[in-house]
């Protein structure tokens, strides 16, 4: 392609809509363009990165025997409302976009697939000897993102391979996963991204265990925790450590005692001159079930840990057929306004008891639950003599005990968030590292959740009816793309992976008004591209400072300039990522690129 003839705009200043570096480089090196929030133009010189990431996901699911296909994007409520998902999706979490067609029938756009392919399943697989099969499409997604952010990291349509696997039993389904574990390890060493495999939370859907692949930026939005073995990684929502141990409490006497000012955990450890490890800190919750029902729950966790939000909810939903309930819609900590709707007085924020009275709670109140939720986190059922609040804002007690003070909650959970420090606990002598990470993949063990709600059964040698075992697992084939920038530029610009540049090669013109230099760098051009290497040629009449600036912005990982060293018969290679720059001669451009495309694919 001749920039003489492409859409090619680069800007020289960082778009004030962008925030991270890869999602400003995108913009500035004219790969995107933002048409609403969430919502992108993909450039030609994106879509053959997308394409490139895409062949390579292709060949890695093809070479598991996965097959092709395409699922409709437009898909009917009912199917939704088969599987129980279509009020969370479209009320609760509000992702799916949904409307109503001429019919007045009501249909949602895919923010994922697993109805639309359990359906196809109910229909065309009957016996065991259909199975396994595994079947994968890559697509755009639609998803209506409370924080859209970040270019394509978090858009709301976007591209996404997602493959779903159906088997007789649990075995066979986890040597698929396995074999999806490889296949996902393969694409990112292929696309030439350093990465983590961790443990993910399988949150409410419940199987037998979830792995994301993460790939490690500084501007990823998870949190992983591993330890430097290598023996063990998670993400911060799933992860689990041996928690610090508890100092000894000081406070020998159960005792009310002024605290002015304390309503933090460190203002009041500070005023006591005691640990955070002899405080239990009482958090509020909220929380939304999917029967209407609002429950407020007080969480009882020591000092120096904090809540984990997602093992939090966990929790909820297994406590949620106490509420005549199945699934949680929302959690969230009552703000002023949510408090507003139940309270009966301000409640004690910073001073809040464990036995934090129920007549706080408006009695009679459609749809709220009157008392409390107590619960206990592992870290503080067992503390002595402890500090917590009294109540009554400007004073905590001392020297608490369970049950003697305080009613012990009836439920011990444990909720507590790991912490990078902590001791492992495979091996206590290893501590936990964090570091961010981007997730670009996510690969699951359903089990029979959808195949059970849709009806989706096959017949076993024995003649006996079964659900369907179920896999799924995506790869987020646009935010990857972003990815590989958020983790491969300098100041100059992106520096793209060889698997995954949009070109491989630029042949520059310094000077397009000289005929030696034109000529030279078209015979390089037609050379190039004869011999399988993707090659630029910019031919534009601008001056060679901006065609060298242009072409580091954009990323191409070799640069040909077609100047000076002409005379002794040669021309400038550069490779973008290190800037080294030698002279070749003409004749040697071909082979020694060919040479250096290949080591890198082949690494
Ligand atoms: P996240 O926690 O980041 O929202 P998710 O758990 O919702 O991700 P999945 O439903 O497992 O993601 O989707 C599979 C993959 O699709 C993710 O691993 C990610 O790479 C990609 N993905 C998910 N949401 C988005 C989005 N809004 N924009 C771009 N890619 C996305
Ligand atoms: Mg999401």
């Known amino acids: 392609m001749r920039l003489s003839q492409m859409l ?20 500035r090196a004219g790969y995107i363009r933002r048409i609403a929030s969430g919502v992108y133009a993909y450039l030609p010189l994106l879509l053959r990165v997308l394409n490139k990431v895409s062949a390579i996901v292709r060949e890695e699911m093809n070479a598991t025997g996965a097959q092709e296909c395409l699922l409709p994007q437009l898909q009917p409520a009912d199917l939704w409302q088969e599987s129980g998902r279509w009020d969370t999706y479209t009320k609760a979490e509000g992702i ?41 499409q890559i697509q755009t997604k639609f998803r209506d993102e409370i924080r859209p952010r970040f270019g394509l990291m978090r ?20 040597q698929t996963y396995d074999e999806m574990y490889r296949a996902y390890s393969t694409i990112l060493r292929r696309c030439g991204l350093a990465f983590r495999a961790v443990e993910a939370d399988s949150g409410a859907i419940g199987g037998s265990g979830s792995t994301e692949f993460m790939v490690l930026a500084d501007a990823g939005e998870d949190e992983v925790l591993y330890t430097e073995d290598g023996q063990y990684a998670a993400n911060v929502e799933k992860a689990v450590s041996q928690p610090p141990e508890a100092v000894a409490s000081p406070f020998t006497t159960f005792e009310t005692l002024e605290t002015p000012n304390t309503p933090t955990i460190q203002t009041l450890a500070d005023f006591l001159n005691c640990s955070p490890t002899q405080i239990v800190k009482n958090v509020l919750y909220q929380v939304a079930y999917d ?24 929790e909820l939903v297994k406590l949620a057929p106490q509420y005549g309930a199945t699934a949680v819609l929302a959690l969230m ?75 012990k909650p009836k439920i011990t959970v444990d ?12 091996d206590p002598s290893q501590t936990l590292q964090t570091a961010r990470g981007i997730e670009i993949g996510h690969i699951f063990q359903l089990g029979t959740k959808y195949s059970t709600a849709l009806g989706a059964t096959y017949t076993n040698e024995a003649g006996e009816e079964n659900p369907l075992v179920m896999g799924c697992y995506g790869v987020g084939v646009s935010r990857l793309a972003q990815a590989a920038v958020e983790q491969s530029y300098d100041k100059d610009g992106i520096v793209w992976p060889i698997a995954i540049a949009p070109y491989q ?60 060293s002409l005379k002794e018969g040669k021309v400038e290679v550069v490779k973008r990522a290190t800037k080294a720059s030698q002279d070749l001669a003409l004749a040697d451009v071909v082979p020694t690129l060919q040479g250096w495309i290949h080591e890198a694919l082949t690494q």
């Open 8 to 27: 090619f705009v680069t800007l020289r200043e960082d778009p004030a809509e962008a925030e991270i570096p890869s999602h400003k480089l995108l913009l």
């Open 96 to 136: 799916m976009f949904s409307l109503v067609d001429r019919r007045e029938q009501k249909m949602g756009l895919g923010p994922t697939h697993e109805e639309v392919i359990t359906a196809v399943a109910r229909e065309m697989i009957r016996s065991y000897r259909q199975l396994p099969l595994h079947l994968y």
């Open 155 to 174: 858009g709301r349509e976007f591209i996404m391979k997602d493959g779903y696997s159906f088997h007789t039993d649990a075995e066979s389904l986890k």
């Open 291 to 314: 029967n209407g029902k609002t429950v407020l729950v007080l969480v009882s966790i020591r000092g120096d840990q904090d809540v984990n939000e997602v093992k939090l909810q966990n």
């Open 333 to 407: 900590v009552p703000d002023g306004e949510a408090q507003a709707k139940w309270a009966t007085k301000p409640l004690p924020l910073g001073y809040m008891a464990p036995n934090l009275g129920d007549d706080y709670i408006q009695a009679g109140l459609a749809g709220i639950e009157p008392k409390f939720l107590r619960l206990v986190d592992e870290t503080a059922v067992d503390l002595t003599h402890f500090v917590t609040g009294s109540n009554q804002s400007g004073y905590h007690t001392v020297g608490g005990n369970w049950n003697r003070d305080f009613p």
């Open 415 to 426: 909720v507590r968030k790991a912490q990078a420090g902590d001791r492992a606990l495979h």
């Open 505 to 564: 090669a630029i042949v520059v013109v310094p000077n397009i008004g000289d005929a030696t230099q034109m000529a030279a760098a078209e015979q390089l051009y037609q050379d190039l591209n004869a011999a399988g290497i993707e090659t630029l040629l910019d031919d534009r009449d601008e001056r060679a400072g901006v065609k060298f600036k242009d072409s580091e912005l954009i990323g191409i990982p070799f640069r040909i300039v077609t100047g000076r």
